[in-house]
C-alpha cells in the first residue's frame, strides 16, 4: 500500500478517535520529502536504525542478490537509511492504545500483502 492511499483515510482514522503515523527507516530529510511529494497530512516518522522494527521482530537484511537488483533500480538503501546494514521493515500495520500497548500488529513476509486501510479502520472500531 503506498502512503496517498492511506492518506485517503486519514480522516476516517480521526473519525476512530485515533492517529495515523507512517514509520520508515529512511533519515527524516527523506520522510519529509516523501511527506511533501505526496501531500500527506500525518506524520511520517524515522526509525533510525530500524531499532523499533527490531524490537517488533519485523527487520530483515536484504540479502545480496537483491540488493544487487535495488541497487539496479537506483535503489541504494544505505543512501535513504543513513547507514550500511540494508536493512528494512515488513509493511506492518502496528495499532497501540494510548498507554502503549500494541493491540494489533499484521505484517507478511511477502512485502505485496499489505494491510488494507479498510482492515484498519474495522480493528480500531472493534477496539
Same mark, same amino acid.
Given at each position: 500500500?503506498?502512503?496517498?492511499?492511506?492518506?485517503?483515510? &486519514?480522516?476516517?482514522?480521526?473519525?476512530?478517535?485515533?492517529?495515523?503515523?507512517?514509520?520508515?527507516?529512511?533519515?527524516?530529510? @527523506?520522510?519529509?520529502?516523501? @511527506? !511533501?511529494?505526496?501531500?500527506?497530512? &500525518?506524520?511520517?516518522?524515522?526509525?533510525?536504525?530500524n531499532?523499533y522494527? !527490531? !524490537?517488533?521482530?519485523?527487520?530483515?537484511?536484504?540479502?545480496?542478490?537483491?540488493?544487487?537488483? &535495488?541497487?539496479?533500480?537506483?535503489?541504494?538503501?544505505?543512501?535513504?537509511?543513513?547507514?550500511?546494514?540494508?536493512?528494512?521493515?515488513?509493511?506492518?500495520?502496528?495499532?497501540?492504545?494510548?498507554?502503549?500497548?500494541?493491540?494489533?500488529?499484521?505484517?507478511d513476509?511477502?512485502?505485496?500483502?499489505r494491510?488494507?486501510?479498510?482492515?484498519?479502520?474495522?480493528?480500531l !472500531?472493534?477496539?
Open positions: 500500500m503506498e502512503l496517498h492511499a492511506l492518506q485517503q483515510h &486519514y480522516a476516517a482514522v480521526r473519525g476512530c478517535n485515533a492517529e495515523l503515523v507512517a514509520i520508515s527507516p529512511q533519515v527524516s530529510a @527523506k520522510n519529509e520529502e516523501v @511527506k !511533501k511529494t505526496q501531500r500527506l497530512e &500525518y506524520p511520517v516518522l524515522a526509525d533510525q536504525g531499532e522494527a !527490531k !524490537k517488533l521482530g519485523i527487520a530483515f537484511a536484504l540479502p545480496d542478490e537483491l540488493r544487487e537488483v &535495488y541497487a539496479g533500480f537506483g535503489i541504494v538503501l544505505p543512501d535513504f537509511n543513513g547507514d550500511d546494514s540494508w536493512e528494512l521493515p515488513l509493511p506492518a500495520r502496528i495499532i497501540v492504545d494510548s498507554s502503549g500497548v500494541i493491540r494489533s500488529l499484521q505484517a513476509l511477502d512485502y505485496t500483502h494491510p488494507e486501510p479498510e482492515e484498519t479502520l474495522e480493528v !472500531k472493534i477496539l
